[in-house]
């Protein structure tokens, strides 16, 4: 059935869409971003400016505040690798720890930037489709441990420690120990896998090898 011209348009409008959202949200973020940090600091240094500078808009002047606080903290993060800002450092996390309420979500933060930042990525080795939250229906989940331990003496095959993320924030999720014949591995990578999840399926990576598609469902087929 051909599409009507009306469809045609609301598909180039759905399209262009697409294509403008994530500048607009980018631009968004960069104006809130310089609005928060810049719009802070100017006012504190603008009215020793030479008058002649005191004339620029001010958002140059929000623009370069923003720049110099980013960079202090990219130098605060050098800093923070040598020795005594090791020590200043962890002082000064036992001291916010130490904070009713506020320690909790500084460690829940903590442990969430470790878990998947890129440091400890390796944390996740393997990117996995699993049944989930019912058999026949499908979820992306990411091996965390293909060892052995207590858990695995109490069952009766080889499991794999998985963990699967709730979509869009990652952040929470479920760990199970699933079967090793239950769990389909993908070729995608962790980040893959991670943008798919945030995008709740609409971002899929491109697999370019529908030979290897075939041959690996023939395996498994067998």
Request: net charge positive; hydrophobic share 45%; proline share 7%.
């Amino acid at each position: 059935m051909p599409e009507t011209r009306l469809t045609s348009l609301r598909n180039a409008f759905l399209t262009g869409l697409l294509l403008v959202a994530p500048l607009v949200v980018t631009i968004w973020a960069l104006r809130v971003i310089i609005g928060i940090v810049g719009g802070s600091i100017t006012p504190l240094f603008s009215p020793y400016l030479p008058r002649v500078l005191q004339q620029l808009p001010a958002i140059i002047w929000d623009i370069i505040a923003t720049v110099i606080a980013l960079g202090l903290v990219t130098l605060l993060g050098y800093v923070s690798r040598l020795f005594l800002g090791r020590i200043i450092g962890a002082a000064a996390e036992r001291f916010i720890q130490n904070i009713p309420g506020v320690g909790g979500f500084y460690n829940s933060v903590k442990q969430f930037i470790e878990t998947f930042g890129a440091k400890d990525r390796a944390q996740f080795s393997k990117v996995v489709l699993v049944q989930f939250p019912r058999a026949g229906s499908y979820t992306i989940g990411f091996v965390t441990n293909m060892g052995r331990g207590e858990p695995h003496h109490h069952l009766d095959q080889e499991h794999w420690a998985v963990f699967v993320p709730t979509c869009p924030s990652p952040v929470n999720g479920f760990f199970m120990y699933l079967p090793r014949a239950e769990i389909i591995e993908l070729e995608m990578s962790v980040g893959d896998g991670m943008k798919t999840v945030i995008s709740c399926g609409a971002v899929m990576p491109t697999w370019p090898d529908p030979a290897s598609a075939r041959t690996a469902l023939g395996q498994r087929r067998t």
